[in-house]
């Protein structure tokens, strides 16, 4: 049984527990909880069996049967969630788009009069020329670009305030 597994069954031992002390109306709630816990993580194919294996659950709903139906007849895992290709599609057309667009406001707002060792201007030429020879490396290249700015600016937070010593350490 894996982490996740033993984490779902203790969660579903939990509301159980809960749900017998609970009046009528708490009970209708649980046993939602319940029934969700079971499609979410243990799949339908397993919620039929659970179902008359005295755990409390009831027979699945007809959508979770047809899901079940569904996933029998095309031979697809049930924990397997597949992107459909439009949205696939749209997903990596808008990061490239996105890519694009910010090297353009960035060669937009740098500076007018730099010179030819500049930094700044070096950094903004070398994107202009990567969107131009390989507009998916520069997609990529953002995307990293973005995930170490977020990362710094997280770290950022996380640090404790200056001036202060390490924890634990007194001043004599």
Known sequence: ????????????????????????????????????????????????????SGTGIPNPSPLARLHLHITQATGTPSGATRELRSAQGFRETWARVRAEEDVTEAVQRGPENAG?????????????????????????????ADTLLWLDEAGGLLRPP???GKPGRQKK
């Open 1 to 52: 049984m894996t982490d996740a597994q033993a984490v779902h069954a203790h969660y579903v031992a939990a509301l159980t527990r809960r749900m017998q002390g609970a009046p009528a109306a708490v009970q209708r709630v649980l046993q939602g909880k319940l029934q969700r816990a079971a499609h979410a993580t243990v799949g339908p194919e397993r919620v039929e069996g659970l179902a008359h």
């Open 116 to 144: 030819p060792l500049n930094s700044h201007m070096l950094v903004l030429r070398s994107l202009g020329l990567l969107r131009e020879l390989s507009p998916d490396y520069l997609r990529r290249f953002m995307a990293h």
């Open 162 to 164: 200056a001036g202060k």
